[in-house]
């Protein structure tokens, strides 16, 4: 419920902020003066839906996808020990979260890594590569497990998809507009659209997404804290430590696709702007916020 409270405020202040931004500016006065006449609130909407649109369309096939994209198996039965561990250490995450019992997958890949997906906390899906089965200590597997369990139970998911939601919503919107202006003011087009006006839009969208996700990835990063927080309540911190501690050791890059890597558990090396990027924050901050911020609170939002 208070997702969904949070979902509507946003929309309704970006509607209000926009439309008033526009209005002191006086935008729409200059634009209706060349003849364009745009319906600003049309197009908030328009934009609105196809932002938050394509945003909840990846976010409910993001299970089926991702099974896809990394070729995950879920296990249904157990077939082994390792399995029947893998089952039992997250049934007992989830149960102490307070979550329903995700599907618990593997994937085959080199790379120690790990994700979590799916639009319900209660339905979601927690995968591990056998990179990982096979270069992880059961401690350090079963702290990567605690931080993939923290991000389903906190929702992160579903935030994601909000925050992804909104800043299509403004990149759309703001792209057209800038389009509109280009068209109108600058090529003086008096009915319909110029190529300038297509051209615009392509041009702006392109921009205004690559700043917009700036945004995206900040979010990204910070919930990464979080949700090592949670995988040391879980699994103990000097288990989360000791797992992080070992991606050190994996210099590889991470071979998650790039649709789900914000949702692994590693993560690239960046600095400087490339940094602004990245959808992890570097590994030594990690273990430094482990090591030095004690949690007041907890990490795991419990239903």
Excluded: C
């Amino acid at each position: 419920m208070k997702r969904i409270f949070l979902y509507l405020v946003t929309n309704l202040a970006i509607v209000l902020v926009l439309s008033v931004t526009l209005q002191l500016l006086g935008v729409d006065r200059m634009l209706d003066e060349q003849g364009v006449g745009i319906n600003f609130n049309a197009l908030l909407i328009l934009a609105a839906v196809i932002g938050f649109g394509g945003s909840f369309i990846s976010l409910l096939m993001s299970k089926w996808s991702a099974k896809m994209m990394t070729g995950a198996q879920v296990i249904e039965v157990p077939s082994n020990m390792t399995e029947r561990w893998l089952v039992d250490t997250v049934k007992r995450h989830a149960e102490k979260a307070g979550i329903g019992l995700p599907d618990v997958a593997i994937f085959d890949s080199p790379e120690i890594n790990a994700f979590a997906t799916g639009w319900n906390r209660n339905s979601a899906l927690v995968a591990v590569s056998t990179g990982l089965l096979n270069n992880m200590a059961q401690d350090e597997a079963e702290a990567v497990l605690g931080h993939e369990v923290t991000h389903v139970a906190n929702g992160d998911m579903v935030t994601l998809a909000l925050i992804q939601g909104v800043v299509n919503t403004f990149v759309i919107f703001l792209s057209r507009i800038i389009g509109y202006l280009v068209d109108r003011v600058v090529f003086k087009v008096e009915r319909g659209h110029g190529p300038a006006f297509f051209i615009t839009v392509i041009i702006a969208q392109l921009v205004l997404g690559i700043l917009a996700s700036i945004v995206v990835m900040w979010f990204s990063r910070q919930r990464e804290f979080r949700a090592d927080a949670g995988g040391a309540e879980l699994a103990g911190r000097n288990k989360m430590i000791a797992a992080l501690e070992r991606l050190k050791l994996n210099h590889e890059q991470p071979q998650l696709p790039s649709q789900i890597a914000a949702f692994g558990i590693s993560g690239g090396v960046a600095s400087g702007i490339r940094y602004l990027f990245m959808s992890h924050p570097p590994l030594d901050e990690r273990i430094a916020a482990l090591r030095e911020t004690p949690a007041r609170v907890s990490p795991v939002r419990r239903a």
